[in-house]
């Protein structure tokens, strides 16, 4: 299934009010293109999590899980993709010195269900990609599946469905990049979309 | 600085009973850093502050969700308050960004703080932070930026006062204890109806009828300062960082000495303070109340003598020391660029080919003796594949009709005709991949049949020498003869040339110079250019017309040879540099050479073996420049037929005219053998 900028909008206003009702912290950004003087939206969150140290250094084999553990700031941006019409996941994590968590950071950080998987395919989950309109490096999961995880899971274009397919695609992803998702996403006042 | 490890180490000593009650400790702030925060303090060190130590102002942001950080982006700088953090508390600093790492180093740290101390206490005693709360909270930053390598050393300083000492008069409570549902929903009102600056930092006053007025700090100290006993409760309420349950953030350090500076009576009574803690959609449902005093000696503090500032940030080990970072894979704009073309690299290996060896072609060094059109286009295609040494060589200067055909030209490069091909390539490279070592040597080569100049034979050693030292030669030039030299010098070093040439509408591609092992054809060598062209190299130069001057091709057939010369080297070192003919890497078949044809869009793929009485790559004129080099390079650039003699062509052709005359004389059996005896003394 592939969404249209517009949809995405709508899914992504209907998204952002429950968070706001529940104080997740998603915000719609505005970025505006210089050239042509159109405006682009995204969604974004900013938090912090805490890294066990272990994590910080993946060379190290012995796994010794310590009580210190350090703060790492997490930044999530659910952009629009043109060429794939679909959402497009980028993120970016750092310590608190603002030094960028590396690629290797990035893939330890996966939550072990998904982990073997990752590992298998590294380059097909995650890449280092500028960001589309800041310019700085990201992180991000490649769009080039995500219109198949739609389909997957039963959003089509064509069929009215009962929940925001951006929650269901978001969802979908949020253990590759380490985001907590509240499950009352999930159950909140059912809305219709045509 | 003792004092102020004491107080950061709240933890530990947390149960620290004192005569008064136990004492106060407060949590201290950290610093937490956005990327984008260096990119600005990079961008304003280069544009605007250049050579001076400024300080700037900075707005830092926290918030009361159990996080004790200070953070701060490249909005930071901006002096206008961002509204869209509105859910968070400002927090004004002062950034001092030192020149060098020694006066970074050797500033007095002491005398540093007390400076901001001193700082943030005017505002107190002037009044000007009940006005405006946000500068309550207050911190510095000392910086050194290495903006060459991107390494940052800074020091975050929370100033706060020393002393006076506060001590809790019983455990603190939840405040959901304390005030109803209804209560906390005129709080919340209250709070969300304060300007932004007032936030962090207000009072309420409760009637025992459940009613409940937020006031700013303003008339909170008002309430104080007029001390008219009312029958309302007051309580003073700041936004909680900490993530303590019996500790409150370090804000609340600064605005109880604020208070008890401005209202000298209540020195003497408990305070009551609020800590609100979560977010105004949560109703900050886990904040705290804590009941706070002064120690007895209720002066200690306030006179001028006892005023000492603490506030220095730990590091990660929990030192009192600077925080450094190197964030020169972040920001370094060239390791970025070599970064993300090892990356795009890295994808074909990862993803197409995982045999693919990209080291052995990043580290070959290439030479490419022609910088024309055939030359542009290799190296490009070359840096497209990661190799990192490119040479060229070529003696020509760039001219008008040469930028539109030679992808490394521009029109600037012709003005004046003053640039030489060489130089602006090796240049043009640089320009496309910072990374990349290119070099060019303006230097023509010397021809076999063109009357020797006089620096032909530095020439000579010249080339040899670098023919030696690279790992693979690309035969691009405009001229037959001009490419006689390099492959017989190719041939002697045992290297692997690649000779590109070009017809008007075909191309060929051929690579030679190595000795090759092949068992089974028990081929030692592939054939060069010259092997399968029994002509010695003359002076091609001189008969041509002015439209021949320049190579007269059509414009693609120089991009689609160019582009197979290099993926035939990428493919053969693959294996390696000596592959035979048709060999198997893990890119596919490696030919020996390539013919196209435009006029038909076919391709072949012919492997000749080398010709023993070749006039570039025979043994006999290999070893012949070895033994008697002057004499032989002598001979062969004044005589054009000296090649052919040495080698035997002169002969052999010889022999054919002969075959042709034994031909004609086939039919005359009796004459024969008179016939076969003067072509032996001729040949004598």
């Given at each position: 299934?592939?969404?249209?900028?517009?949809?995405?909008?709508?899914?992504?206003l209907d998204?952002?009010?429950?968070?706001d009702?529940?104080?997740?912290?998603?915000?719609?950004?505005?970025?505006?293109?210089?050239?042509?003087?159109?405006?682009?939206?995204?969604?974004?969150?900013?938090?912090?999590?805490?890294m066990?140290?272990?994590?910080?250094?993946?060379h190290?084999?012995?796994?010794?899980?310590?009580?210190?553990?350090?703060?790492?700031?997490?930044?999530?941006h659910?952009?629009?993709?043109?060429?794939y019409s679909?959402?497009?996941?980028?993120?970016?994590?750092?310590?608190?010195?603002?030094?960028?968590?590396?690629?290797?950071?990035i893939?330890?950080?996966?939550?072990?269900?998904?982990?073997?998987?990752?590992?298998?395919?590294?380059?097909?989950?995650?890449?280092?990609k500028?960001?589309?309109?800041?310019?700085?490096?990201?992180?991000?999961?490649?769009?080039?599946?995500?219109?198949?995880?739609?389909?997957?899971?039963?959003?089509?274009?064509?069929?009215?469905?009962?929940?925001?397919?951006?929650?269901?695609?978001?969802?979908?992803?949020?253990?590759?990049?380490?985001?907590?998702?509240?499950?009352?996403?999930?159950?909140?006042?059912?809305?219709?979309?045509? | 600085?003792?004092?102020?490890?004491?107080?950061?180490?709240?933890?530990?000593?947390?149960?620290?009973?004192?005569?008064d009650g136990?004492?106060?400790?407060?949590?201290?702030?950290?610093?937490?850093?956005?990327?984008n925060?260096?990119?600005?303090?990079?961008?304003?060190?280069l544009?605007?502050?250049?050579?001076?130590?400024?300080?700037?102002?900075?707005?830092?942001?926290?918030?009361?969700?159990?996080?004790?950080?200070?953070s701060?982006?490249?909005?930071?700088?901006?002096?206008?308050?961002?509204?869209?953090?509105?859910?968070?508390?400002?927090?004004?600093?002062?950034c001092?960004?030192?020149?060098?790492?020694?006066?970074?180093?050797?500033?007095?740290?002491?005398?540093?703080?007390?400076?901001?101390?001193?700082?943030?206490?005017?505002?107190?005693?002037?009044?000007?932070a009940?006005?405006?709360?946000?500068?309550?909270?207050?911190?510095?930053?000392?910086?050194?930026?290495?903006?060459?390598?991107?390494?940052?050393?800074?020091?975050?300083a929370?100033?706060?006062?020393?002393?006076?000492?506060?001590?809790?008069?019983?455990?603190?409570?939840?405040?959901?204890?304390?005030?109803?549902?209804?209560?906390?929903?005129?709080?919340?009102?209250g709070?969300?109806?304060?300007?932004i600056?007032?936030?962090?930092?207000?009072?309420?006053?409760?009637?025992?009828?459940?009613?409940?007025?937020?006031m700013?700090?303003?008339?909170?100290?008002?309430?104080?300062?007029?001390?008219?006993e009312?029958?309302?409760?007051?309580?003073?309420?700041?936004?909680?960082?900490?993530?303590?349950?019996?500790?409150?953030?370090?804000?609340?350090?600064?605005?109880l000495?604020?208070?008890?500076?401005?209202?000298?009576?209540?020195?003497?009574?408990?305070?009551?303070?609020?800590a609100?803690?979560?977010?105004?959609?949560?109703?900050?449902?886990?904040?705290?109340?804590?009941?706070?005093k002064?120690?007895?000696?209720?002066?200690?503090?306030?006179q001028?003598?006892?005023?000492?500032?603490v506030?220095?940030?730990?590091?990660?080990?929990?030192?009192f020391?600077?925080?450094?970072?190197?964030?020169?894979?972040?920001?370094?704009?060239?390791?970025?660029?070599?970064?993300?073309?090892?990356?795009?690299?890295?994808?074909?290996k990862?993803?197409?080919?995982?045999?693919?060896?990209?080291?052995?072609?990043?580290?070959?060094?290439?030479?490419?003796?022609?910088?024309?059109?055939?030359?542009?286009?290799?190296?490009?295609?070359?840096?497209?594949?990661?190799?990192?040494?490119i040479?060229?060589?070529?003696?020509?200067k760039?001219?008008?009709?040469?930028?539109?055909r030679?992808?490394?030209?521009?029109?600037?490069?012709?003005?004046?005709?003053?640039?030489?091909?060489?130089?602006?390539?090796?240049?043009?490279?640089r320009?496309?991949?910072?990374?990349?070592n290119?070099?060019?040597?303006?230097?023509?080569i010397?021809?076999?049949?063109?009357?020797?100049?006089?620096?032909?034979?530095?020439?000579?050693?010249?080339?040899?020498?670098?023919?030696?030292?690279?790992d693979?030669?690309?035969?691009?030039?405009?001229?037959?003869e001009?490419?006689?030299?390099?492959?017989?010098?190719?041939?002697?070093?045992?290297?692997?040339?690649?000779?590109?040439?070009?017809g008007?509408?075909?191309?060929?591609?051929?690579?030679?110079?190595?000795?090759?092992?092949?068992?089974?054809t028990?081929?030692?060598?592939?054939?060069?250019?010259?092997?399968?062209?029994?002509?010695?190299?003359?002076?091609?130069?001189?008969?041509?017309?002015?439209?021949?001057?320049?190579?007269?091709?059509?414009?693609?057939?120089?991009s689609?040879?160019?582009?197979?010369?290099?993926e035939l080297?990428?493919?053969?070192?693959?294996?390696?540099?000596?592959?035979?003919?048709?060999?198997t890497?893990?890119?596919?078949?490696i030919?020996?050479?390539?013919?196209?044809?435009?006029?038909?869009?076919?391709?072949?793929?012919?492997?000749?073996?080398?010709?023993?009485?070749?006039?570039?790559c025979?043994?006999?004129?290999?070893?012949?420049?070895?033994?008697?080099?002057?004499e032989?390079?002598?001979?062969?650039?004044r005589?054009?037929?000296?090649?052919?003699?040495?080698?035997?062509?002169?002969?052999?052709?010889?022999?054919?005219?002969?075959?042709?005359?034994?031909?004609?004389?086939?039919?005359?059996?009796?004459?024969?053998?008179?016939?076969n005896?003067?072509t032996?003394?001729?040949?004598?």
């Amino acid at each position: 299934m592939s969404m249209t900028y517009d949809q995405f909008m709508e899914y992504a206003l209907d998204f952002k009010n429950h968070s706001d009702s529940i104080d997740d912290g998603w915000n719609i950004h505005e970025y505006k293109n210089q050239m042509t003087g159109s405006i682009i939206k995204y969604l974004v969150k900013k938090e912090m999590q805490k890294m066990n140290k272990f994590l910080a250094n993946p060379h190290n084999s012995e796994f010794h899980l310590e009580e210190d553990s350090e703060t790492i700031i997490c930044e999530y941006h659910v952009l629009y993709n043109p060429s794939y019409s679909s959402p497009d996941m980028f993120f970016n994590m750092w310590f608190t010195n603002g030094k960028l968590l590396s690629i290797e950071h990035i893939w330890s950080r996966v939550h072990s269900f998904v982990k073997q998987q990752v590992n298998n395919d590294k380059w097909n989950a995650i890449t280092q990609k500028e960001h589309p309109l800041s310019g700085i490096p990201f992180f991000r999961v490649h769009p080039c599946k995500n219109t198949h995880i739609l389909d997957n899971l039963g959003v089509s274009s064509v069929k009215t469905f009962e929940f925001n397919p951006l929650t269901t695609w978001l969802s979908t992803i949020s253990s590759l990049v380490g985001l907590e998702m509240h499950l009352s996403y999930g159950h909140k006042n059912i809305v219709s979309y045509n | 600085m003792s004092t102020s490890s004491e107080t950061a180490n709240i933890i530990e000593n947390m149960d620290n009973l004192v005569g008064d009650g136990t004492l106060l400790r407060f949590q201290p702030f950290s610093s937490c850093l956005d990327p984008n925060f260096w990119f600005k303090v990079c961008q304003l060190k280069l544009d605007v502050d250049k050579l001076e130590e400024v300080h700037r102002s900075l707005i830092g942001y926290y918030d009361s969700k159990s996080s004790p950080f200070v953070s701060l982006d490249c909005s930071s700088f901006n002096q206008e308050v961002n509204y869209e953090t509105s859910s968070k508390y400002i927090a004004h600093g002062h950034c001092l960004n030192k020149n060098t790492i020694d006066s970074f180093k050797n500033c007095d740290k002491n005398e540093l703080l007390k400076e901001f101390g001193e700082r943030m206490l005017n505002d107190f005693r002037s009044g000007k932070a009940i006005e405006d709360p946000s500068i309550i909270p207050v911190f510095d930053i000392l910086m050194y930026s290495d903006l060459k390598k991107f390494i940052f050393y800074y020091w975050f300083a929370f100033p706060s006062l020393a002393n006076p000492k506060y001590y809790l008069t019983d455990t603190p409570t939840i405040l959901k204890n304390t005030f109803s549902a209804a209560q906390f929903d005129l709080l919340v009102s209250g709070f969300q109806n304060l300007n932004i600056n007032q936030r962090g930092f207000f009072g309420v006053v409760s009637t025992d009828d459940g009613n409940l007025k937020v006031m700013t700090l303003k008339q909170y100290i008002d309430v104080l300062q007029n001390n008219v006993e009312n029958d309302f409760t007051n309580y003073l309420v700041f936004a909680d960082p900490s993530d303590l349950l019996n500790n409150p953030g370090w804000p609340l350090r600064n605005l109880l000495y604020l208070i008890l500076l401005h209202c000298p009576s209540i020195r003497n009574s408990v305070l009551r303070v609020i800590a609100l803690r979560g977010s105004p959609t949560s109703k900050f449902s886990t904040s705290m109340l804590f009941n706070i005093k002064l120690s007895s000696n209720i002066e200690m503090g306030f006179q001028p003598d006892d005023i000492a500032f603490v506030g220095w940030e730990k590091n990660s080990k929990g030192i009192f020391c600077p925080k450094y970072v190197d964030l020169s894979k972040t920001m370094d704009s060239k390791k970025q660029a070599r970064e993300s073309v090892d990356l795009n690299l890295k994808l074909m290996k990862w993803r197409i080919a995982p045999d693919l060896n990209l080291d052995v072609i990043a580290q070959s060094k290439c030479l490419i003796i022609g910088a024309g059109t055939l030359g542009c286009c290799i190296a490009r295609n070359l840096m497209s594949w990661g190799v990192r040494n490119i040479t060229f060589i070529d003696s020509g200067k760039v001219s008008y009709s040469n930028p539109v055909r030679q992808s490394l030209y521009k029109h600037a490069h012709c003005i004046n005709a003053n640039t030489y091909k060489a130089t602006a390539a090796a240049e043009a490279l640089r320009e496309i991949y910072p990374e990349i070592n290119s070099k060019g040597v303006v230097m023509s080569i010397p021809m076999p049949g063109h009357a020797a100049n006089i620096d032909d034979h530095e020439n000579i050693n010249l080339l040899s020498e670098l023919i030696e030292n690279h790992d693979v030669i690309f035969l691009v030039t405009d001229s037959r003869e001009s490419r006689w030299l390099p492959t017989m010098l190719s041939t002697l070093h045992n290297k692997l040339a690649i000779t590109a040439a070009l017809g008007f509408d075909s191309y060929l591609v051929l690579r030679h110079g190595v000795v090759v092992q092949d068992v089974s054809t028990n081929e030692k060598k592939l054939g060069c250019y010259f092997c399968n062209d029994v002509t010695a190299p003359g002076n091609s130069l001189v008969d041509r017309t002015l439209d021949q001057q320049c190579t007269v091709t059509r414009p693609g057939v120089s991009s689609i040879a160019g582009a197979l010369a290099v993926e035939l080297f990428v493919s053969c070192i693959q294996l390696k540099y000596n592959a035979p003919a048709n060999a198997t890497s893990c890119l596919g078949v490696i030919p020996h050479s390539i013919r196209g044809f435009l006029c038909d869009f076919q391709q072949i793929m012919p492997c000749t073996p080398s010709f023993f009485q070749c006039i570039a790559c025979s043994l006999k004129v290999v070893n012949d420049f070895l033994n008697n080099r002057e004499e032989f390079l002598l001979n062969v650039f004044r005589n054009p037929n000296y090649l052919e003699d040495l080698t035997g062509l002169t002969d052999l052709k010889n022999k054919f005219e002969n075959i042709q005359i034994l031909e004609l004389n086939d039919s005359d059996v009796e004459d024969s053998e008179t016939y076969n005896d003067q072509t032996v003394t001729a040949i004598d």
